[in-house]
């Protein structure tokens, strides 16, 4: 059986590695396009570098990301941490509402969003775009800091009130340094569904503003380009070191916590 699980795992990483490495095997190509690798070359790059727009568009998509994400780490966690205390009644209640953005179709939750916002008259553009992102990103950090936060020994909020901590006290030295892994977990999760989303965003973008994937979307309707390739080869990397980051992180607070 533990065998069959190894060749399962390794024939799904396979499958799923596969397209990614041959995309950045093509990144370097000398030719215009992926039939055939005619030669090593780094033009791509540096045609992706001189790319104004694309370099643009890429800051724009991570200043989203980022925002999106810390903003809704806040909500989230304090959100999590409101859902905790309530009644078991009305918590499974808000925990229900807080999963249907969650296994609702992006199509149907970027339609909603268009609505709303142009039946309120709103203009279209990034702040549209940072609500929406905000909004399904939430219920992803609630999930993440719940589980930790249900897993949290109630005799350490008691002990810090025995000593005289106030409520706040007790947030910032007790419970929010023990709900860290969670909220860092939480905020990696954010950002990573902000910076790929591509259907919610495509129905709020407006004039004026892209992101990445959408951008991607509209390039590859013409063709697609090995500047492309080399954009989503950085891309890919730097998602890389943003694990490895992530890792190290919860690492280093589950050890000053065990």
Do not use: W
Not at 78 to 94: D, E, L, M, P, S
């Amino acid at each position: 059986m533990k065998k069959l699980s190894s060749i399962y795992l390794t024939f799904t990483f396979v499958l799923l590695y596969i397209p990614i490495c041959y995309l950045i095997f093509y990144s370097f190509n000398k030719g215009g396009d992926m039939t055939g690798f005619t030669g090593f070359t780094l033009e791509h790059y540096q045609a992706l570098f001189a790319d104004s727009r694309l370099m643009s568009i890429l800051l724009q998509t991570f200043v989203l990301a980022f925002l999106s994400a810390l903003f809704a780490t806040v909500i989230g966690t304090f959100g999590a941490i409101y859902i905790h205390h309530v009644r078991k009644k009305y918590q499974n209640i808000i925990l229900s509402t807080n999963n249907v953005l969650l296994v609702s179709p992006d199509v149907m939750i970027g339609a909603s969003f268009l609505i709303l916002f142009t039946t309120f008259k709103f203009q279209l553009g990034m702040f549209s775009v940072l609500l929406s992102h905000i909004a399904f990103s939430i219920p992803i950090v609630v999930l993440m800091v719940l589980p930790r936060l249900k897993e949290m020994n109630q005799d350490m909020i008691h002990a810090a009130y025995d000593l005289g901590a106030s409520q706040f006290q007790m947030l910032k030295e007790v419970m929010l340094p023990y709900l860290t892994p969670g909220i860092i977990a939480g905020y990696f999760m954010a950002f990573t569904y902000s910076l790929d989303d591509f259907a919610v965003t495509f129905f709020l973008t407006g004039n004026g503003f892209t992101t990445l994937s959408v951008e991607i979307y509209s390039r590859a309707r013409q063709g697609i380009s090995l500047e492309i390739n080399a954009l989503s080869t950085i891309v890919f990397f730097f998602s890389i070191l943003l694990v490895m980051g992530y890792y190290y992180i919860s690492q280093e607070k589950e050890e000053k916590h065990a």
